[in-house]
């Protein structure tokens, strides 16, 4: 089995917040099973961006902005890059009119690796008319 998990999951994860055992009785048992965690090959950049910005809006310090990126750095993810995940990400950019390549990258590696998609982005969900049956909500 593979998943493909959003920064959206992955942050409430790592920091503590509303979604935070949601997330977590999401991914703790993925850690220590058999299923393989996959991510477009920028997914680490996009977990430190917004933990960045969690520092610049004063609602985590920068030691455990470095504590959460160090412990998701660790996480066993396999970073996907290839011209057919580019393609895809276009072809799937276009398909729902989605404004950047970033949510569509994540479900392109997902489609590919016929994979779950797990999300918490509501905004996303509403885009995706209608939505692949790969793509799952974590529920609030």
Known sequence: ???CIDTSVWIPYLVPETLQP????LISP???SNVRLVAPAFAWA???SVLRKKVRLGAITASQATEFYD???????DY????AIRTKTWE???KFS????????????AELESAEFWTADQSLLNTLKPCPTYVQKLET
Do not use: W
């Open 30 to 32: 993925l850690l220590t």
């Open 98 to 109: 989605l404004a950047t390549l970033y949510d569509a990258a994540f479900l392109a590696v």
């Open 92 to 94: 799937i950019a276009q």
């Open 22 to 25: 949601q997330a977590r009785n």
């Open 80 to 83: 996907l890059d290839s011209n």
């Open 46 to 48: 996009e977990v430190g």
């Open 1 to 3: 089995m593979t998943k």
């Open 71 to 77: 412990d998701f750095c660790q996480m066993p993810v």
